[in-house]
């Protein structure tokens, strides 16, 4: 509620990404819980180091993260979050001596519209989230304002946004 007070004060972007863990019950089903609490803390020190010091990231529940992107339009949000699916592919984490990979994620993202609540706000990301994973998952899918999804590639990369 701060963050969509400041944007509507200084009438600036504010972005949210709601980020899931790809098949992350696989890496508690094969490894323990021990390691998957693990993972959640490689995935969380390099999602921190890769967003700017004033961005919100945290844990939304399980194997989910929120980033609160104040200042920031949804191109940009998406290439932050496309840097951090480089990063993570590119990264492991170690428990009990085996070297584990990161999962991929699936993210959703919403651009807050004026005037909106901020349940609907967590909501259309939310709805992104969840057409990530159907999609095929290791994707990036937007919402735009009024419940429109973004059109992007096969990749849930370069949106583009279809006329109202």
Not at 70 to 81: S, V
Not at 83 to 95: I, N
Not at 96 to 104: A, E, R, Y
């Amino acid at each position: 509620e701060d963050e969509i007070g400041r944007a509507q004060r200084y009438d600036t972007p504010l972005a949210l990404a709601i980020v899931d863990l790809d098949e992350f019950k696989t890496i508690n089903d094969t490894y323990g819980h021990v390691a998957g609490d693990q993972v959640l803390r490689c995935y969380a020190e390099h999602m921190l180091s890769t967003f700017r010091h004033y961005d919100l990231v945290a844990r939304y529940g399980g194997e989910e993260f929120s980033v609160l992107l104040p200042n920031t339009t949804l191109e940009g949000a998406q290439r932050a979050l496309s840097k951090v699916q480089s990063r993570v592919a590119q990264s492991q984490c170690e428990h009990g001596g085996k070297v584990l990979l990161l999962p991929t994620f699936s993210a959703g993202l919403a651009l807050y519209a004026s005037g909106e609540q901020p349940i609907r706000f967590i909501e259309r990301a939310d709805r992104a989230l969840y057409r990530a994973k159907h999609l095929g998952r290791n994707r990036i899918e937007l919402e735009l304002s009024g419940g429109r999804p973004a059109v992007t590639d096969a990749g849930g990369h370069n949106p583009v946004v279809p006329d109202a």
